[in-house]
């Protein structure tokens, strides 16, 4: 008799002992699910090339939907859903004004990420390493030449810094001293440049071509010039002063 009531009082016990632990786990595993879900919208959010190109554009400067599209090649619907779901996902905030409605990046976390997305991709996908190759075999001169004692004779004013990128983006957050002539402008105000000065020309980091269109044209007329291959983001991350303007843009201060 008590050893029949000793075995049931067992067989009671682990079972509320394993009831108890198998809700739990349920616990733990809802937890989980919840978490990764969460985190999973933010690899959903860049799983589109639309997007991160959208990101790296609105890393330079705020812009309307209309100015994104054709930055992008897309039509204005296209884009327009793409900026909505970076919204959605709270990488992105838009402001409607009139008929427009202009979109920026959530805070500056999003450009952490985003470079610390590009540093692993290009670490890890040789695919992306060989585009960039392929991409600019044949304009090798006019890649940027170590980086690391560039940025020092930038940042002991040594050279003539060019910032090339359109006036906008320039107006949003630039180089400390750099000078804004952007590259559709170049052509024309060439005879405003100093020939005993070297030039450096920077735009919006290593995937862009704009300061590597400003050095082949600067080298063809006889100008001492190289390419930073940084980007505002990436200057502020090293320490590099950044200027903000709403006034006149910077004239050069030639010496």
């Known amino acids: 008799m008590i050893a029949g009531i000793l075995i049931l009082c067992f067989i009671l016990f682990k079972y509320l002992f394993d009831y108890q632990n198998m809700d739990s786990n349920q616990s733990h595993r809802q937890f989980k699910d919840a978490i990764y879900t969460e985190l999973a919208r933010i690899g959903k959010a860049v799983s589109s090339h639309r ?9 330079q400067s705020p812009r309307t939907v209309e100015e994104l599209a054709k930055e992008t090649g897309q039509s204005v619907a296209n884009a327009s859903h793409h900026l909505q779901e970076l919204r959605s996902h709270r990488l992105g905030e838009s ?17 952490n990420f985003l470079s610390s997305l590009r540093i692993l991709a290009e670490g890890q996908l040789a695919e992306l390493r060989q585009v960039t190759a392929k991409f600019f075999h044949g304009r090798d001169d006019v890649e940027g030449v170590d980086r690391d004692s560039l940025l020092e004779r930038v940042k002991k004013a040594k050279v003539l810094v060019l910032d090339v990128r359109p006036q906008k983006e320039y107006d949003a957050g630039h180089l400390q001293g750099a000078v804004s002539i952007p590259l559709p402008e170049l052509k024309r105000r060439l005879k405003s440049l100093p020939r005993h000065r070297e030039i450096v020309a920077y735009c919006r980091g290593p995937y862009c071509v704009m300061a590597s269109d400003a050095v082949e044209m600067l080298r063809a007329r006889g100008f001492r010039a190289m390419r930073l291959d940084l980007g505002i983001p990436d200057l502020r991350e090293r320490g ?16």
């Open 51 to 59: 997007r991160l190109e959208l990101l790296d554009l609105l890393l």
């Open 240 to 255: 590099f002063s950044i200027e903000v303007t709403e006034q006149e843009p910077r004239q050069a201060e030639y010496h």
């Open 95 to 111: 402001e409607k004004s009139g008929l427009y409605v202009t979109y920026r990046i959530a805070d500056e976390s999003v450009s």
